[in-house]
């Protein structure tokens, strides 16, 4: 029979992790398929581990680690494919966000050859209404920078063991979950479904972490702001050609241009161009010293006892 893995990050997600396995194992058992719940505790401060820990105690199907540390969705995202033996693989939030029911939807897809299935937002569910403007925001520039729509598309999907393989095995530790598994390709599908409301705890991102996230999907999949650096020296050296005749000319006709204002204009706009231009060089530098030093995308410092055999990959390699 064929095996269901369902990745679940959770960072202080405490109260959620037992109400999260009963809902899931009852559908599971309910509709007759084989199952693994793999939590992966983002370094959480709270007890989510324990949490976990006694989850699996108690089902044999819950598996779990814990990170040393705070690393990030997309790693917990990823370790989480590196624990998954299934033959099919659900990513999800562990909040239930995702509604557990639209699973066997992906499920049944699966069966008939769909290797992803692609879960889409019908809408963002009762979120503020800042939160929808700086994601639709966020999403609007990430879906020019990538080209694909951004905006209803989400991190809940499924895939087939073939895909995971293949995410597994990209050498960069920089990853944008989401958007790899357009890149990926493959026979694709997708499922509309409406965000739930949480029902303990709240959400962990802050307008500022959003942004950083912004920027560092779109850097690590787009080299779009590199180009617009060229663009704006292009227009700039246009522009400069323009002046320089200008000023030519009217100094030839003895009414040079008036001093200070002109040159101070000229050093601030210039100088402005220059400092962004660097940062974003700058910020590419810095994505390829990150990648070049080659550190793992997670530490893991514990998993549950069920999951010991199981260690592969990136953790196995470091210990
Ligand atoms: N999450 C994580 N690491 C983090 C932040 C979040 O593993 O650093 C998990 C979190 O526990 C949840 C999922 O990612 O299962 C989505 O997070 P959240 O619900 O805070 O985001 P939202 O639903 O508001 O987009
Ligand atoms: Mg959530």
């Given at each position: 029979m064929a095996l269901l893995s369902v990745v679940l990050p959770a960072y202080n997600e405490q109260q959620n992790i037992a109400y999260t396995t009963e809902v899931l194992s009852g559908l599971f058992e309910q509709n007759g398929i084989d199952y693994e719940l793999i939590f992966v505790s983002?370094?959480?401060?709270?007890a989510t581990y324990e949490e976990i820990e006694k989850a699996a105690a108690a089902n044999h199907r819950v598996k779990g680690a814990q990170f040393s540390r705070n690393f990030g969705k997309e790693a917990g995202i990823f370790a989480g494919l590196e624990l998954s033996s299934g033959d099919a693989v659900v990513v999800m939030d562990?909040?239930?966000?995702?509604?557990?029911?639209t699973i066997l939807t992906m499920w049944q897809k699966w069966q008939e050859g769909v290797e992803i299935v692609e879960g889409v937002k019908s809408d963002r569910g009762k979120e503020s209404i800042f939160y929808r403007m700086s994601a639709g925001l966020f999403y609007k520039i990430m879906s020019r920078l990538i080209?694909?729509?951004?905006?209803?598309?989400?991190?809940?999907k499924l895939l087939d063991r073939k895909v995971v393989n293949v995410l597994l095995s990209?050498?960069?530790?920089?990853?944008?979950f989401r958007a790899l598994t357009f890149w990926a390709g493959f026979r694709s599908e997708t499922v509309e479904y409406e965000v739930q409301e949480r029902r303990y705890g709240s959400s962990k991102w802050s307008l500022w972490s959003l942004m950083r996230y912004a920027i560092s999907n779109a850097t690590s999949f787009s080299t779009l702001p590199l180009q617009i650096v060229t663009f704006a020296g292009i227009a700039s050296i246009f522009f400069s050609i323009a002046l320089a005749v200008q000023t030519l000319v009217r100094f030839l006709m003895g009414a040079s241009v008036e001093g200070f204002t002109t040159v101070i204009l000229l050093i601030l706009i210039i100088g402005g161009m220059i400092m962004l231009s660097l940062g974003i060089i700058g910020h590419y530098i810095a994505r390829i010293y990150e990648e070049v030093k080659g550190r793992p995308r997670y530490i893991i410092s514990k998993v549950t006892d069920n999951l010991q055999g199981n260690i592969v990959g990136e953790w196995k390699k470091r210990v």
């Open positions: 983002d370094g959480s401060s709270d562990c909040d239930l966000q995702h509604p557990p029911e080209k694909m729509d951004m905006n209803a598309s989400s991190d809940f990209l050498p960069e530790r920089n990853t944008f």
